[in-house]
């Protein structure tokens, strides 16, 4: 399966953006997908997770409460809401599917997206 991850930019603190990851290529209702990011400097990590139905949900700590993964499965479409965005949210965000179940392990993912850049100011 194809990503295409779209939907970042420049915001400042306190404001709202919303990502879009669209599939192509496979049922994308076929995968579990997720949301990682990557800040300058530092490993990938893991933000969020949904099942393939949309069922279930995850999501860092950092995260939990301030952000929504969702997903459209008659539009092939991942979404990640981001709500009062903090300077620490700045990072290249990726979208991943995996055929194996929801986790917070990058490696478990099989097919990544090329990564859209969240910029958060003070």
């Known amino acids: 399966v194809q990503l295409q991850a779209s939907g970042g930019g420049l915001m400042q603190a306190g404001g709202s953006l919303r990502l879009s990851c669209a599939a192509s290529g496979r049922t994308f209702s076929n995968y579990d997908m997720a949301w990682f990011r990557q800040a300058p400097g530092k490993e990938r990590g893991f933000v969020a997770a949904?099942?393939?139905?949309?069922?279930?949900?995850s999501y860092a700590n950092s995260v939990k409460g301030r952000f929504t993964i969702s997903r459209d499965n008659t539009k092939n479409t991942l979404y990640l809401q981001m709500n009062s965005l903090k300077v620490e949210d700045t990072a290249v965000y990726y979208c991943a599917a995996s055929a194996g179940g929801t986790t917070n392990y990058a490696g478990a993912y099989d097919y990544w997206g090329q990564g859209t850049l969240v910029t958060v100011s003070s």
């Open positions: 949904i099942s393939w139905s949309g069922g279930s949900t």
